[in-house]
Every structure is written in C-alpha cells, then in structure tokens.
C-alpha cells in the first residue's frame, strides 16, 4: 500500500483510509468479532488510517476500533472526533446539539483515550464548527492538550475557509474531513486552495457518494428507516434515475482500465493531490479489496481530462442532505 502526508504534517498514513462508522452505527446491526477480523484484515492489508467518533454509536465505534487496533499500537493512526452535544440519556448525538467548548473538548478526549486504549490521540477532529464557541478557543483547547501529550495532532471538519485560516493561526490544522467526490466539488472553490496555500491534508468522506458512484445503486434499491439515504435527496428514484449519467461515466472509463467504478471515482480523487487521503467506509473483504486496488489505477492527463470535460456537462440532481 502506497503512503501518502496529510499536508506539511510528519503524519504519514496509507493512501487510503478506512471509515468505520457503519460497523457500529445506523443500519443493520453487525457481529463484533466478525468486524475486529475485518480490521486485523485491513491492516494486514496495508491500511495504516483508520476513522472513528464518539458519536458513533455512540461509543460503541471507538471501543470497537480502540479493541481491534490494540495489538498495532503504534503502526496505525486513529483519527477519533469532539463537538457534539451529550444528551444524559444516550450520550453525544447531531440531534441533541453542539458543544466544543474547551472543558467538553477536554472531557471528551480523555473519555476517548480510554476507548480507544492508546496514550495519545493521533488526529483529533473538531466534528462541526460550533457558532457559539470561537474557533480560536477550540484550537487553544487543542494545541493545550497536544503540548499535554494527549493528543498528536488537530483536525477540522466541515469548515469553511474563514475558519480554517482562524483555527490555524492558533494551532497548525494537521487535515480537514470534508465530503468531497467526483459528485459533490463545492470545496473546490475555496476551501481545497487554503489547504493548498496553508500545508494541510485533505481526508474525504463519502469519497464513493455513499455507494452511488460504486454504480450498484439503481431506482429499485430501498433503504432501511435508520440508512441515511432513505431521507437523502440523492437517493430518491427520480434522482438516481437522472444522476446515471454519472455512472455511465466511471463505467465507461472502467472498462478501459479494467477496473470498476468504484476504482475510477477513487483513483479521480487520489489523483487530485498528492495530500488527499480518501477514507471510503467498508463492511466487507469484498469491497475493501475493491477500494484497495484503486491505488493502483492510474489515471492519465487525457483520462483526467475526458472525465473533467464529461463532468462539465453533467448537472447533478439532489442535494447532499
């Protein structure tokens, strides 16, 4: 597995990362010790990134990855996150609300050090800007807990570029986590140029538009109530039915490469920049040797540019929530 340095950063990590939300979180429930394979298999793979939360679950997520990781303390980067709301009842949850105030970021981090059996922090995310706390605190929060040893390095999520530039004039941002695929390029604009201009890596989420682009999604597929995409605009039929031209694409391309679809999108989005380090979410050997192999798919000026130029008059229908 090629490694890649999130930015300016001395952190080094796999080219590609591994989400783990869904082993723990949303649909379908999944066997504990079938997942803690799945991750020993991963690593001996060659994945060395891997992307967890509190509210994932929530905690149930960490402990998962912090039990399966233990016996590779050390050989692999556990990116974990703070910034929600902790209802009494069920713990942190987007619903109940944000809270990155320095003394939760505190709390959290030592809770998540637990969880996730490790005596530092590699990559601690801030989940969602807080408007109610002054990113200037967040990153003081951070960079206090980084000179304590409890953490290694600072990440956001979701932020704008206003707020990355605040947030780093503070503490250095070691990577933003933003959405970002061949579907959804709003960061384009302004926000991949300040990651550019201030040496910070880029980790997408939902690098495969949350399975759309693996071209295996069609207007029969359902969802269950807890899958997100069962309220996702994307995802409605009328939409899966017009965005196929997306996926006509990537199939097109494929078949020259001999690769799949969900190859193409990746290999497209490790083509971009050198620092960007895609983290598609996986439950299967299948899928994860599928996504793998994109590293090894090289996409060409020309190809680039057939795909950039089809993309132009491409509009894609839905929003992302």
């Given at each position: 597995?090629?490694?890649?340095?999130?930015?300016?950063?001395?952190?080094?990590?796999?080219?590609?990362?591994?989400?783990?939300?869904?082993?723990?979180f949303g649909d379908r429930p999944t066997d504990k010790n079938e997942m803690i394979a799945f991750l020993h298999t991963a690593v001996e793979r060659g994945v060395t990134f891997f992307d967890t939360a509190e509210v994932y679950g929530p905690f149930t997520n960490e402990a998962l990855v912090g039990e399966a990781l233990e016996p590779f303390r050390g050989k692999v980067v556990i990116a974990t996150k703070f910034g929600f709301k902790h209802d009494p009842e069920k713990g942190p949850h987007p619903s109940v609300g944000l809270d990155s105030r320095p003394e939760q970021i505190r709390r959290v981090a030592e809770a998540s050090l637990r969880r996730l059996r490790v005596e530092a922090i590699d990559l601690f995310y801030?989940?969602?800007?807080?408007?109610?706390?002054?990113?200037?605190d967040v990153a003081g929060a951070v960079k206090d807990l980084i000179q304590a040893g409890k953490v290694k390095h600072f990440g956001l999520s979701e932020s704008g570029a206003d707020l990355i530039r605040r947030a780093h004039a503070v503490q250095p941002v070691t990577a933003l986590q933003s959405e970002y695929s061949l579907w959804w390029r709003n960061i384009e604009a302004e926000i991949l140029p300040t990651c550019e201009e201030l040496g910070i890596g880029l980790v997408p989420y939902s690098p495969l538009g949350r399975g759309y682009l693996t071209g295996k999604i069609d207007e029969n597929t359902t969802y269950d109530s807890s899958d997100i995409r069962s309220r996702n605009p994307r995802f409605t039929p009328e939409a899966i039915r017009a965005n196929r031209v997306v996926v006509d694409l990537l199939?097109?391309?494929?078949?020259?490469?001999?690769?799949?679809?969900?190859?193409?999108?990746?290999?497209?989005?490790?083509?971009?920049?050198?620092?960007?380090?895609?983290?598609?979410?996986?439950?299967?050997?299948?899928?994860?040797?599928?996504?793998?192999?994109?590293?090894?798919?090289v996409l060409?000026?020309?190809?680039?540019?057939?795909?950039?130029?089809a993309m132009s008059q491409i509009s894609v229908v839905g929003g992302r929530y």
């Open positions: 597995m090629q490694k890649r340095k999130l930015g300016n950063s001395n952190l080094e990590v796999s080219a590609l990362g591994l989400g783990c939300m869904r082993m723990s801030q989940h969602r800007p807080d408007p109610n706390v002054p990113i200037e199939e097109r391309i494929a078949a020259q490469k001999r690769a799949t679809p969900a190859q193409i999108a990746l290999a497209w989005l490790l083509a971009q920049k050198p620092w960007i380090v895609p983290i598609p979410g996986s439950r299967k050997l299948e899928r994860l040797d599928e996504n793998l192999g994109s590293a090894n798919v060409k000026p020309d190809d680039l540019g057939e795909i950039e130029n």
